[in-house]
């Protein structure tokens, strides 16, 4: 089918509008850049956080985001079925499809590697789509339990690093039920409740003679294995 005359019209007028509204910025020598090079969680990660997920923070330690370039060299050229929102099938990588198998949860974590990766965390919620105002209230969140009292008494940074685990995963529980709760506002019964947790977890620990793991230890999966 051959153009007529008016369509080689209309297309030279949109090139031409086209050339008119993409501009270049005013150059300004010196100028740095706004890029942000962040480490790259899995692409199971980053699927999940954009759709507003809950997603463990190991994901976001350096051992998670080292992980990434090697999970990505063994499956980046398998793919698997997976359903979306609207119902539908649809082909995604298997990287993005699938949880690590050497995936810590929370409660795991180091009080240094929670907030290396919390500190990541927050800095992925912008790129990854999330409204500002749920990023400052999430970032508030991580630097209440950074800056707490709480974490210089004995067992203080683990009871914290249990609140976290528990209050963050009901706060995206509720949220995809469609209801909202003041992540920013730290309960301090459930604060105590976890602490007496923690305490009783200790004592067993004593008792049957287990090795305690506190939060200042480094608790790294085998290379070999996931965790247990």
Not at 41 to 58: A, G, N, S
Not at 60 to 76: M, P, Y
Not at 180 to 206: P, Q
Request: negative net charge; aromatic residues 10%.
């Amino acid at each position: 089918m051959r153009n007529t005359p008016g369509d080689d019209q209309d297309r030279l007028a949109t090139d031409k509008q086209e050339r008119c509204t993409a501009q270049l910025p005013p150059i300004i020598m010196g100028s740095k850049s706004w890029t942000i090079a962040l480490h790259q969680p899995t692409m199971y990660t980053i699927d999940k956080f954009r759709k507003f997920e809950y997603v463990p923070l190991w994901y976001f330690t350096e051992q998670g985001c080292q992980l990434t370039g090697k999970e990505k060299a063994s499956h980046e050229d398998l793919y698997d079925l997976t359903r979306t929102s609207d119902n539908c099938l649809t082909l995604c990588t298997a990287t993005s499809n699938c949880p690590s198998p050497n995936a810590l949860s929370d409660k795991q974590l180091t009080w240094e590697q929670f907030m290396d990766a919390s500190h990541l965390f927050c800095r992925w919620l912008i790129p990854a789509g999330w409204p500002e105002g749920y990023a400052k209230i999430l970032s508030s969140f991580f630097w209440q339990l950074e800056n707490h009292e709480d974490k210089v008494i004995v067992d203080g940074k683990e009871t914290l690093l249990l609140y976290q685990v528990h209050v963050c995963k009901a706060w995206h529980d509720e949220l995809k039920a469609g209801h909202f709760f003041d992540l920013t506002e730290l309960d301090e019964k459930k604060l105590n409740t976890y602490c007496k947790e923690v305490d009783v977890e200790v004592c067993c620990m004593c008792v049957c003679g287990e090795p305690q793991i506190r939060s200042t230890d480094h608790a790294q999966p085998s290379p070999d294995h996931g965790p247990h």
